[in-house]
């Protein structure tokens, strides 16, 4: 394993004890507000954006690879969301990283280096397959480095790539540099603390969002435009 990788996984050698704080630290489902409180976000050229440019609602999702909770709404809500909004140009989706963790960061760093029109999917088969990647492979009751490296080099098949490739990925210093700034930003300008947060057109929803719930916000949205 290659230094860069080594340096990347630093306080993640052994990530069970850590990964659990995912139930702890990541939101669990809240209730949508009235939409009162907003604030502004700004769209950057370096988003990673999924739907069309000129949808009427954006929602921003913070969320981090490790999330339990994160992946639950990836598997039991986006695939509605997407289905009767995003691919009807109602919704784009802008998505960003908020890693809780060492191996959450890394596979981020996997991720972004998909090519822009497979990110989406790939960061789909990171969520869906959460417990296949973050698993300890020896059953010795914890996740080494190595583990997440060998966890992340299968998924990096998805993508055509080899474990050459992925361990370049995920130890790419300015790749995870920008990762680190989104986290820090996150925290300093919208005092985000936890993973999912949303930003529904710049309202803050911390935590799952259930199908209905969302369905209803976003036609409450749509009408009064």
């Not at 995912?22 to 999924?50: C, E």
């Not at 490739?165 to 790749?175: A, L, N």
Request: proline letters at 3%; glycine letters at 8%; aromatic letters at 10%.
């Amino acid at each position: 394993m290659n230094k860069s990788v080594v340096y990347g996984l630093v306080g993640v050698a052994v990530v069970l004890a850590v990964v659990a704080g995912y139930f702890m630290f990541s939101g669990s489902s809240g209730s949508l507000g009235d939409g009162s409180d907003r604030v502004s976000i700004d769209i950057k050229p370096t988003d990673r954006i999924h739907g069309s440019p000129n949808a009427p609602i954006t929602i921003v999702e913070y969320a981090s690879m490790t999330c339990s909770h994160c992946a639950r709404f990836e598997r039991e809500v986006m695939p509605q969301l997407v289905h009767d909004y995003v691919d009807t140009g109602k919704v784009k989706i802008v998505f960003r990283d908020f890693p809780l963790d060492g191996a959450a960061r890394l596979a981020s760093a996997l991720a972004l280096c998909v090519p822009q029109d497979k990110y989406f999917s790939f960061i789909d088969l990171l969520f869906l397959n959460q417990k296949s990647w973050l698993a300890d492979l020896n059953n010795d009751q914890k996740v080494s480095a190595d583990e997440i490296v060998e966890g992340l080099a299968q998924m990096g098949r998805f993508a055509g790539f080899n474990r050459e490739k992925v361990e370049s990925c995920i130890g790419d210093q300015s790749t995870l540099a920008y990762i680190d700034q989104t986290q820090a930003d996150a925290q300093a300008r919208y005092g985000i603390n936890s993973t999912p947060t949303f930003f529904i057109n710049g309202e803050e929803q911390k935590g799952e969002i259930h199908w209905e719930d969302l369905d209803k916000k976003l036609k409450t949205i749509l009408a009064q435009k």
